[in-house]
């Protein structure tokens, strides 16, 4: 039985001189609790520089030297590199197992490990006391709901013409409304770039940063937002990118505060946990969501009519930095750190206005918007 290895990046860093160098590190499982250290040590560049690196590591017997680990990184088996490519937005399903993200979609960590140096042993570098390296998220994960709390019904109306009034249909009749179709845009946060890991010696840590590489799935929109595509994992577990536009349906009774069965959402991760932003929702467009006629609800003929608009809802929730209240600066610094967070757009209009909202542009242009929309929804209803 030949014993699972698993290789990690390891960043030494002496705290003292500042020196550091990468380097692949050999672990072996212990169950649950964590990763052994095998002691075996290999240096990711041969370059002098890191050499020489390393040689001073050495002449100190690892005296102030500490090494953080991270499992995920870019790269296989002992070819692994400082940096991190991020995968992007997927589309999960709630039930759906683990199979259902990339292989290396998260990042996990274990920092701050005192090296130590066991003299006459084959390989004199570990981690002190032979301490079993635990690990963590690296940032966070961010899933991302929508909940529609428009009436799941409308009332049908007919519109001959855009000059025409737009009427109630006769007799009274309520239709089902259409999914609302919405576009994630994302600025600022850690999901957007790849990121680079490297030891900062102002901070006596290893930290992430952005750079400029931008993640598959995210493109360049405007007001610095991504525009993004989602993503799924076809038959055999490959990334393929769908659609930018997500449909939601209409359906008040969606939980706030927990997922329904089957409901869909997204999952972005994002590395580093001081980074800052918005995640925002833009509809591609409002019919039977603008506050007209064609948004109303009335449960029946008699009841009083309300109109549900779309554009008086928030569409942005940003992230800010926050600040802990327990440990060191670095640590009060990191609440966002090592957690998943489930975000939800609550699209809800209330008790809906009692008079109809002013189209956004032109009648006309509305009224052939309408036209085609109805024909392709309802084609049994009449439309034309």
Not at 90 to 115: A, H, Q, Y
Not at 134 to 139: A, E, H, Y
Not at 165 to 191: C, E, F, H, N
């Amino acid at each position: 039985f030949k014993e699972k290895v698993l290789h990690a990046l390891g960043i030494i860093y002496d705290k003292k001189t500042g020196a550091t160098v990468d380097v692949i590190m050999h672990f072996k499982s212990n169950g649950n609790n964590g990763l052994i250290f095998r002691g075996k040590v290999e240096l990711t560049d041969d370059a002098p520089t890191a050499k020489a690196a390393w040689e001073a590591l050495e002449a100190s017997k690892m005296q102030d030297a500490y090494i953080s680990i991270y499992i995920g990184v870019d790269g296989t088996g002992t070819q692994l590199k400082h940096q991190f490519t991020n995968k992007g937005a997927f589309l999960i399903k709630n039930g759906d197992d683990g199979d259902k993200l990339p292989k290396n979609f998260v990042v996990l960590k274990s920092l701050e490990n005192k090296l130590d140096w066991e003299e006459g042993s084959e390989y004199p570098v570990i981690i002190k006391d032979r301490k079993i390296a635990k690990f963590s998220l690296q940032g966070y994960l961010l899933g991302i709901r929508f909940r529609n709390a428009f009436p799941k019904q409308m009332v049908k109306h007919t519109w001959r013409d855009w000059r025409a009034p737009i009427l109630p249909a006769t007799p009274y009749k309520l239709l089902d409304r259409p999914d609302l179709q919405l576009k994630l845009r994302v600025r600022g946060l850690s999901v957007t770039t790849s990121s680079d890991i490297h030891y900062d010696p102002t901070k006596g840590a290893v930290v992430f940063t952005k750079t400029s590489v931008p993640t598959t799935g995210f493109t360049s929109y405007g007001g610095g937002y991504s525009a993004v595509s989602l993503q799924t994992l076809d038959n055999q577990g490959k990334p393929i990118l769908k659609s930018d536009v997500i449909s939601v349906p209409a359906d008040p009774s969606r939980e706030k505060n927990s997922l329904s069965a089957n409901e869909e959402f997204i999952l972005l991760y994002c590395p580093i946990p001081l980074d800052q932003g918005e995640i925002a929702f833009e509809a591609v467009d409002d019919l039977f969501y603008d506050g007209s006629d064609f948004s109303t609800y009335k449960a029946n003929p008699s009841a009083p009519k309300r109109y549900y608009n779309l554009n008086k809802i928030n569409n942005v929730i940003t992230k800010v930095k926050g600040q802990g209240t327990a440990g060191p600066a670095a640590r009060r610094a990191m609440p966002t750190d090592n957690k998943i967070f489930l975000q939800m757009f609550d699209i809800d209009p209330g008790a809906g206005d009692v008079s109809a909202s002013p189209f956004a542009t032109s009648r006309a242009r509305v009224y052939i918007d309408y036209s085609q929309r109805l024909r392709e929804l309802f084609p049994g209803e009449g439309y034309r």
